[in-house]
């Protein structure tokens, strides 16, 4: 199995070299204009995907080192307000670029409508999420890292073990059973690079390429129960709470509102 923990950094090394693709359109640069339509007029969503997303999200939407858009659960969750509005703008902080022309990017607003609508179409499934209420797609509360440790070891450690740092067999560093991830969740130079909300879409929706189940599926056998929003906040903080501080934060000690004070509470 393919690390996705560990294909995350590698993507950050990689975005630097994506960058000298650039230097074909460089002016002086021998084109064959006749041969290729021009970029705005591709209106193909396979196309459009393969080109522009499939780097990063995998091949038909799975098996990228970022979270897999081919996941009905999270179409339905995210909609297509939100699935817009992250295309266009990307996600400030991470390596998800923003492509409307009107951020930087190179994609028109019809291509981004053709992505959007293209994703929800082929891969979504709204006849299954039809009458069942969803988790909402944003966080409404920060969330108590505290009671998030707690779910966390309910729903993920059989998986991650009960800190989240992995489950290794002792003798050859795999993981130690079937579908669980030898890598640790909790590492800062792994949480550096996503955002709370990808952490969330992640929680909620669970990855299909490898068989991690959605907020209805974690918690299984006696006390079974899908999530609630509040358990989802929870872990989330958790999570985030093992990010590195910020170095400005650290110095000027007035974040008080991390999750350190929350345990004292308790
Ligand atoms: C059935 C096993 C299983 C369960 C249960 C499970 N996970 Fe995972 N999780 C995985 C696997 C496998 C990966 C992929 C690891 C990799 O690629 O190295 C993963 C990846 C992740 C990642 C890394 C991001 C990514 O997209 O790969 C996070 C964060 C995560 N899980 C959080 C959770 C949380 C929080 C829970 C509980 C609500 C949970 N997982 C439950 C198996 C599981
Ligand atoms: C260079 C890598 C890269 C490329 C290219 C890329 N993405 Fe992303 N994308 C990411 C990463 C990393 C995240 C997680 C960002 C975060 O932490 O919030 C992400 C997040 C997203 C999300 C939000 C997930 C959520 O949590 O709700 C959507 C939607 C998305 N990407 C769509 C696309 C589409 C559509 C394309 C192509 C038009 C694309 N991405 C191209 C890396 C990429």
Redesign the pocket.
């Known amino acids: 199995m393919k690390s996705r923990l560990k294909a ?1 950094p590698l ?1 950050a090394l ?2 630097a070299a ?1 960058v000298c693709l650039g230097c074909k359109s460089m002016p002086g640069y021998p084109r064959q204009e006749s041969e290729v339509a021009r970029p705005d007029e591709v209106l193909d969503f396979n196309t ?2 393969k ?7 995998g091949e038909n939407g799975r098996d ?4 897999p ?1 081919n996941n009905a659960a ?1 179409l339905a ?2 909609g297509a307000g ?2 817009r509005t ?2 266009a703008k ?2 400030n ?5 923003p ?1 409307a022309r009107s951020a930087g990017g190179t ?1 028109t607003d019809q291509q ?1 409508d053709v ?2 609508q293209g ?1 929800l179409h082929k891969w979504g499934k709204p006849a299954e999420f039809a009458g069942i209420t969803l988790p909402p ?1 944003a966080s409404s509360s920060p969330g108590n890292a505290g009671e998030g440790q707690k779910t966390f070891v309910a729903a993920c450690s059989r998986c991650h073990g009960v800190d989240g740092t992995g489950i290794k067999s002792a003798a050859d560093g795999k993981p130690a059973q079937q579908g669980a991830s030898p890598d640790s969740i909790v590492d800062p130079s792994y949480l550096a ?10 929680v909620i929706a669970g990855r299909p390429d490898e068989n991690v189940p959605d907020w209805r599926g974690y918690i299984t056998g006696p006390g079974a129960h899908a999530l609630t929003p509040q358990e989802i906040d929870n872990i989330v903080a958790w999570l985030a709470e093992h990010r590195a501080p910020a170095p400005a934060q650290s110095a000027s000690g007035t974040g008080s509102t991390s999750g350190a004070t929350g345990k004292e509470i308790q």
């Open positions: 995350l993507l990689g975005a994506l459009l995907y080109q522009n997303c499939s780097g990063c999200h990228g080192a970022a979270l858009l999270y969750i995210a939100n699935l992250i295309t990307g996600v902080g991470t390596l998800m670029p492509f994609l981004i992505v959007v994703m797609y690079l996503v955002s709370d909300q990808s952490l969330r879409s992640l």
